[in-house]
C-alpha cells in the first residue's frame, strides 16, 4: 500500500490505528511533560546531592579531633600546699592555678624528646585547648590520692591545631592571626613527628556539653541530645494521649453539629500555624503566667506539644476514618459497645497509622529551634549534664537545632564545622525516625 | 468518656506545673551578642570553679536584653542583662516600673568597633568622614544640603577604589549601632560642615540636628545586619566589594577571611584602643538586679568573679579573646563587692 496523503500519520506494522496531526500533538505534549517531570527529579536529586555532600564533606571533620598525650606531674606544692589532702583545700586553687603543671609538663616533654624549638613555655602551652586546665582540675578533685605522682593525659589541642591537622588552618591563613604562629606550627610538626599529637576519634563530640567561646575544640553536642531526648518525652506523654483521646471523641462520639464544625477547622488551621507563634505563646503562659523555670526541657516541650498536637490530631483522625464501617458495624451487630467497638477492633487497626503520625509528628518537633528561642533555651547553656530525670526536665538545656544554630553565629571558624557536624547527627536522627516510621507503616497497616 | 480522660490529663498538666515551680538554681543571663562570648568564658570558667551551676547566657542584643531585665523582679525573670551600651534613662524608667529599682552597673572592658573588608578585596583607610559621605541620606554640597549623590568609594574619596558603596552595618537593635552612629557618622557629620547646616535647618536645635546627622540612606546601599556578625561576613564572602562592621574579637578570630581598615590612620589592635588612639571603641557592661543578689545562689560571686584580675584583668582570658580590659577594674571591683547601685543614694 502507498501513503494516502502526505499529512497523514506514517503506518505502524504493528497497529492499525493511525495517528492524526491532533493525536501526535497530544502525544508530544504528553512525552514533553514526561521530560519536565524527570528534569524535575533530576533537579531536585542534585539539589540533594549537593546538600548531602556539602554537609558531609563539612561536617565529618567535628568527629575526629587533635589530642596531645602528655605526662603530668602534679606537683603537691602546688595543688596542696599543707599535704593534708582536705577536698575543700584542693578545690580553692582554681583552673588558673593548673597551668603551670601544664607548662612544665610540656617543657619536659619537649627535653625528653629532645626537640629543638625557640618557643617560650608559654607559647608551647598554647598548643593545647584552654579546656586542659580543668580537665586537670576535675581529675585531681575526683583523684585526690593521686597529688605528687605523675600522670599520662590526653589534652585536646587548641582549636587552630585541629584546624592545622584539618588542613583548614594553613600558614598562609595565620598570616595575620595573633593566636597561633608559624614557629607553633614547625612545633606542632615536630610533635607530630614523635607521636605526642595524634588525630583520632572524638567520641565526647557525640557525648560531651557545650564549651564556650574559646574552646570549639571542647564542644559536643551531647548534653543538647538529652535535652531535645526530654523534650520528645514530654511531647510524647502529653501529644499522644491527648491528641488520641481528642480524635477518637471528635471522630466517634461527638455529635455532627456546627461546635465540633468550629473545632475541627480550627485543628486544621493550628496545624499551619508557624512555631514561633506558639514560642510566644509558651514564654506568656508557661513562663510568666505559670512561673515555670526559663530554659527547661519541661517548658520546650510543653510549646512542641502544643504545635506537634494539630500533627496528630489530624493523622489519627485519617487513619481512624480508613477502618471501614463495617468493622464498627460488626462489632456493635454482636452486642459491643460503643466504647467496646471502639477500643477493641478501631483503634487496634489504626494504631500503625496513628503511630507513624506521631513518630513524624516527633520529628518535625525534634528539628525544630524558633519557638525555643523566646522561651531561653538558645545561648551558652548546654553546658551541665543533668544528673536525675527530674533536673532533666527542669534544668536548663538547649536542643540539638537550638545548640547548632548556636555554633554557627559564633566567631571562631571551628565552630562552623561543629555546626556541620551537629547537622550530621540530627539528620541521622531525623532518617531513622522516619524510616521506623516508613516501616511500621508498610507492615502493619492494613488495606481494605 | 474520653471527654473526662481529657480533663483529667489537663489536670495532670496543671499539678506539673505548680510543683515545677520551684526555686532557681543557677544564673541567668541575656542580652547583648557581642557580650556574649566574654559571658559564656566567665560562666564555663566560673562552673569548672565553683560549685553553682554554670550560669545560662543567652544573647538576642543589647536592647532586648535590657528589655527582659526591666520585666520585673522574681525567678521567673532574668538576674543579668549584658549590654554593649550604657543603660538609658527611658529604660531605667522602664525598669522602676516594673519595680526594678536597685540596679548594679558593671563595666567590664572596652571593644573596638573595625571596619573590614574581603581578604580578596580592596583595603580601605578611612575617616569617619568618609563612612558619613557615603551613608548618610543628606550631604554637603557646595554649601547646599541635597540627597546623597555619592556612587561609589571613589566619589566619597578620590583615593578610593571606583567600587559601588556596600555596607553592612549592625541593626537598630544592636549596642554596636549606636557606638557607630556616634563615633563615626556623627563626627563625620560634624567634620564635614553639615552639622551646623543641619543645625540651621533645624531652627538651632542641637538634638534634631543630631537626629538628622544619623539618618541614613534607604537606598540599599547601607543595610542593616540584625543577626550577628556571622551574616555580616557571610554577605562580604558573597559580595567581595562589601565592607562590614565588626567586633574587634570576631576580627581576630576571622583574620583569614578579612582584611581590616584603618580609621583615621589607626591600626585597630587592643593596644591601639587601650590608649585611646584608635577612635571607635565603646564599654561593654553588663547589669545585675540587687534584688535577686541572696536569692539566686551564685550570683554575687558570679559578677565578682567576672571582673576578677584573673579573668578581666589585661592578662585574663576575656583579654586574650578580645577584650580591653579596664584599666580602672579595681574600682569596677570595688564596686560590685558593695553592690553599689544605679544613682548611688537613692
Known amino acids: 500500500m502507498t501513503d494516502i496523503s502526505q499529512s497523514g500519520a506514517p503506518k505502524h506494522a504493528s497497529s492499525l490505528l493511525s495517528k492524526d496531526a491532533r493525536t501526535a500533538k497530544r502525544n508530544r505534549a504528553e512525552s514533553r511533560f514526561k521530560l519536565y517531570g524527570i528534569l524535575a527529579i533530576a533537579v531536585g536529586l542534585l539539589m540533594l546531592i549537593t546538600l548531602v555532600y556539602n554537609i558531609v564533606s563539612r561536617g565529618t571533620g567535628a568527629f575526629t579531633q ?383 | 468518656m474520653s471527654f473526662v480522660k481529657l480533663s483529667a490529663s489537663a489536670l495532670a498538666i496543671a499539678a506539673v506545673s505548680a510543683t515545677a515551680a520551684a526555686a532557681r538554681d543557677q544564673v541567668q543571663v541575656a542580652g547583648s551578642s557581642t557580650v556574649l562570648p566574654y559571658a559564656s568564658i566567665v560562666a564555663e570558667a566560673f562552673g569548672e570553679n565553683f560549685d553553682f551551676p554554670t550560669p545560662v547566657v543567652e544573647s538576642g542584643g543589647s536592647s532586648a536584653g535590657l528589655k527582659r531585665f526591666c520585666e520585673g523582679v522574681g525567678e521567673n525573670t532574668i538576674d543579668v542583662a549584658n549590654a554593649s551600651r550604657k543603660i538609658k534613662d527611658s529604660e531605667i524608667a522602664k525598669c522602676a516600673e516594673a519595680g526594678v529599682t536597685d540596679i548594679i552597673e558593671v563595666r567590664i572592658g572596652y571593644d573596638g568597633i573595625v571596619f573590614a573588608s574581603d581578604i580578596a578585596g580592596n583595603s580601605y583607610e578611612f575617616t569617619p568622614d568618609d563612612w558619613f559621605l557615603a551613608l548618610s541620606d543628606k550631604v554637603l554640597v557646595d554649601g547646599e544640603l541635597v540627597d546623597n549623590p555619592n556612587v561609589t568609594w571613589a566619589d566619597v574619596n578620590p583615593n578610593f577604589p571606583a567600587v559601588d558603596i556596600q555596607a553592612f552595618i549592625p541593626g537598630t537593635k544592636h549596642g554596636t549601632r549606636e557606638v557607630f552612629e556616634d563615633k563615626v557618622i556623627l563626627a563625620g557629620c560634624e567634620h564635614t560642615g553639615a552639622f551646623d547646616a543641619l543645625k540651621a535647618a533645624n531652627g538651632d536645635d542641637k538634638k534634631a540636628a543630631e537626629k538628622a546627622c544619623i539618618g541614613l540612606r534607604t537606598d540599599g546601599k547601607s543595610v542593616d545586619i540584625d543577626g550577628d556578625y556571622t551574616e555580616t561576613l557571610a554577605r562580604i564572602e558573597s559580595n567581595k566589594d562589601g565592607i562590614g562592621v565588626f567586633g574587634l574579637a570576631f576580627y581576630e578570630n576571622n583574620t583569614d577571611k578579612l582584611q581590616v581598615a584603618t580609621m583615621s590612620g589607626i591600626v585597630p589592635s587592643t593596644e591601639s584602643i587601650a590608649t585611646g588612639e584608635y577612635p571607635v571603641s565603646r564599654p561593654l557592661f553588663f547589669y545585675v538586679k540587687k534584688a535577686h543578689i541572696g536569692v539566686i545562689p551564685g550570683l554575687k560571686e558570679y559578677a565578682e568573679f ?33 553592690e553599689a547601685v544605679l544613682g548611688g543614694n537613692s
Do not use: C
Open chain 2, 306 to 338: 567576672f571582673v576578677a584580675d584573673e579573668i578581666a584583668g589585661p592578662d585574663g582570658p576575656l583579654a586574650e579573646y578580645g577584650l580591653v580590659s579596664d584599666p580602672e577594674l579595681s574600682d569596677t571591683q570595688g564596686a560590685v563587692a558593695d
Open chain 1, 66 to 448: 587533635t589530642f596531645v598525650t602528655l605526662d603530668v606531674t602534679l606537683a603537691e606544692d602546688k595543688l596542696d600546699k599543707n599535704g593534708n589532702r582536705n577536698l575543700d583545700e584542693i578545690k580553692k586553687v582554681s583552673t588558673f592555678g593548673y597551668a603551670p603543671l601544664i607548662k612544665d609538663a610540656i617543657s619536659s616533654e619537649v627535653e625528653k624528646l629532645g626537640i629543638q624549638t625557640d618557643l617560650s613555655a608559654k607559647d608551647q602551652a598554647a598548643i593545647l585547648s584552654k579546656s586542659a586546665a580543668a580537665q586537670l582540675r576535675d581529675y585531681v578533685i575526683a583523684n585526690p590520692d593521686k597529688i605528687g605522682e605523675t600522670v599520662q593525659f590526653r589534652f585536646l589541642a587548641n582549636s587552630r591545631v585541629d584546624g592545622y591537622m584539618k588542613g583548614r588552618v594553613s600558614r598562609e591563613s595565620i598570616a595575620n592571626d595573633k593566636s597561633i604562629s608559624p614557629a607553633q606550627l614547625d612545633f606542632v610538626d615536630q610533635l607530630v613527628a614523635d607521636g605526642v599529637i595524634v588525630k583520632s576519634f572524638n567520641l565526647d563530640f557525640i557525648f560531651g556539653a557545650d564549651a564556650s567561646d574559646q574552646r570549639p575544640e571542647a564542644a559536643g553536642i551531647g548534653v543538647s541530645m538529652i535535652g531535645s531526648l526530654f523534650m520528645m518525652l514530654v511531647v510524647l506523654a502529653l501529644a499522644l494521649p491527648i491528641g488520641v483521646a481528642a480524635s477518637i471523641y471528635l471522630e466517634e462520639f461527638a455529635p455532627k453539629n456546627w461546635i465540633t464544625d468550629i473545632i475541627e477547622v480550627n485543628i486544621s488551621n493550628l496545624a499551619a500555624v508557624p512555631s514561633i507563634v506558639f514560642g510566644i505563646l509558651g514564654l506568656a503562659v508557661f513562663i510568666n503566667y505559670m512561673h515555670l523555670p526559663m530554659s527547661a526541657p519541661l517548658v520546650g516541650g510543653l510549646v512542641l506539644t502544643l504545635m506537634t498536637l494539630p500533627t496528630i490530631i489530624i493523622s489519627t483522625r485519617a487513619s481512624l476514618k480508613a477502618v471501614p464501617p463495617s468493622i464498627r458495624d460488626a462489632a456493635l451487630g454482636v452486642g459491643a459497645s460503643k466504647m467496646q467497638s471502639v477500643f477493641h477492633h478501631v483503634l487496634p487497626l489504626a494504631a500503625p497509622g496513628i503511630l507513624t503520625g506521631t513518630i513524624i509528628g516527633l520529628a518535625q518537633a525534634l528539628g525544630e529551634t524558633a519557638p525555643l528561642l523566646l522561651i531561653g533555651m538558645v545561648g551558652f547553656i548546654a553546658s551541665n549534664a543533668p544528673d536525675s530525670v527530674a533536673s532533666g526536665l527542669l534544668s536548663p538545656n538547649s536542643a540539638m537545632p537550638a545548640q547548632i544554630y548556636e555554633w554557627a553565629k559564633r566567631a571562631d571558624p571551628a565552630f562552623y564545622e561543629r555546626a556541620w557536624g551537629g547537622i550530621i547527627i540530627l539528620l541521622i536522627f531525623l532518617v531513622t525516625m522516619n524510616t521506623v516510621a516508613v516501616i511500621l507503616r508498610r507492615r502493619f497497616e492494613r488495606r481494605w
